[in-house]
């Protein structure tokens, strides 16, 4: 462990708790496949309680290909328990009572393999 982890690596988690909304982190198996007649994806998924902190990208993260309504969502690495945000997983949240599913298609996470935090692009659908 560096030693920024030593010293901040538990900042992020109690911050996000107490300024985060209530969200679920669905995360999709391994062996999910991809059924052409019914247009649909079949395979199991997992679901995890997790506290979430959801901003808009601003103009210079935009990159030429997120969208204006791509999300960011930032999130403790604790709350997964060791596992990696991956592109086929998707984070569930309430907006305006209305359930949003975000898809991840970005990951942001620069810590290698011990991140603090995860920091996602997400489309919503």
């Known amino acids: 462990m560096a030693l920024i982890d030593q010293i901040f690596g538990s900042i992020p988690a109690p911050l996000i708790s107490e300024f985060g909304i209530n969200a679920t982190y669905v995360k999709a198996s391994s062996n999910q496949v991809y059924d052409p007649e019914t247009g649909t994806?079949?395979?199991s998924t997992t679901k995890i309680a997790?506290?979430?902190v959801i901003t808009q990208l601003k103009p210079e993260e935009l990159q030429g290909f997120y969208q204006r309504t791509d999300v960011k969502i930032?999130?403790?690495a604790s709350l997964l328990s060791g596992y990696y945000p991956q592109t086929t997983d998707s984070i569930e949240y309430a907006q305006n009572s209305i359930t949003r599913t975000a898809k991840i298609i970005?990951?942001?996470s620069y810590r290698g393999d011990n991140p603090i935090m995860h920091s996602v692009v997400a489309r919503l659908g």
């Open 41 to 43: 994806v079949l395979g």
């Open 50 to 52: 997790i506290k979430a």
């Open 74 to 76: 930032i999130f403790a």
């Open 106 to 108: 970005d990951i942001l």
